[in-house]
C-alpha cells in the first residue's frame, strides 16, 4: 500500500481555521489509510476462505453441466425441463426454439443460464431492477437463437411439421431420447461406485 502521509505544513502564522482544515485533512488521509488496509485485509480473508472451501480452488455450481452425475443431471434435468414449458408457455417461445431443445447443448446451457438467473432476479435477496435486467439478457437469448435458427426443427427430424406456437403432446421422443443418453453417459454417483466397490470384494 502506497504511503499516504499528511505531508502538508502548517506555517506558524496560519489561522484556527486554517489550523483546523489542516487537522482535519491529516485525519481524513489517516482514515483513508485504515479504509484501505481493511479492503487488503478482506480480500486476502477472501481468498483463504475460498482456498479451506475447495483446495481445488473450484466448485462446480449444482447447475454446471460439465461437473454433474447422473443422480445429479437427473435432478437438473427435471428442474430445467419444468421451468423451460413454464418459459415456453408463459411468453409464447414455441415459435422461438423447437421442444427438441435438449437435442441442443448450446440451448440447453443458454436455457440453464437463464433459469438460474430468473430465479436469482426474482428472489428476496434481489436487486430491485434484477427483474428488467433479466428480461433484457432474455431478448438478448432470442436473438441468438435466431441466429442459431434451432426453430427448424419443428418442421425437420425432431417433431412433426406444424405451424402450431405450441408444442405438440406427448413430450417429442427425440428430447426424451437425448435426456436419457445424457443422464446415461454421465460418471455414476461417488457414493454409488464406492458402494459398488465393496460388494465386489
Known amino acids: 500500500m502506497p504511503d499516504r502521509t499528511f505531508l502538508f505544513h502548517i506555517p506558524e502564522q496560519a489561522s484556527p481555521q486554517e489550523r483546523a482544515t489542516a487537522e482535519l485533512a ?7 489509510g485504515s ?3 481493511l479492503a487488503e485485509a478482506h480480500v ?28 445429479r443431471a437427473r ?12 418459459l415456453s408457455d408463459r411468453y409464447g417461445l414455441a ?5 427438441c431443445w435438449p437435442a441442443h447443448p448450446p440451448l440447453v446451457e ?3 443460464a437463464l433459469a438460474v438467473s430468473w430465479h436469482h432476479a426474482y428472489s428476496t435477496t434481489a436487486d430491485p431492477d434484477a427483474p428488467l435486467r433479466w428480461h433484457e439478457a432474455l431478448h438478448r ?28 403432446q406427448p413430450w417429442p421422443t427425440p428430447a426424451e431420447d437425448a435426456v436419457r443418453a445424457d443422464i446415461d453417459a454421465r460418471p455414476a454417483p461417488a457414493a454409488a461406485v464406492a458402494q459398488e466397490g465393496e460388494t465386489s470384494r
Do not use: K, M, N
Open 75 to 86: 435432478e437438473l434435468w427435471a428442474w430445467l425441463i419444468a421451468w423451460t414449458r413454464w
Open 95 to 99: 415459435q422461438d426454439f423447437g421442444a
Open 35 to 37: 479504509v484501505e488496509q
Open 26 to 32: 491529516a485525519l481524513i488521509d489517516t482514515l483513508r
Open 110 to 112: 443458454e436455457l440453464t
Open 141 to 168: 437469448a432470442r436473438t441468438r437463437w435466431q441466429q442459431w435458427d434451432y426453430t427448424r426443427c419443428r418442421y425437420g427430424q425432431h417433431s412433426e411439421p406444424s405451424p402450431d406456437a405450441v408444442w405438440s
Open 44 to 71: 486476502t480473508l477472501s481468498e483463504r476462505v475460498d482456498a479451506l472451501d475447495s483446495p481445488t480452488g473450484f466448485v462446480p455450481a449444482r447447475h454446471c453441466w460439465r461437473e454433474l452425475d447422473r443422480d
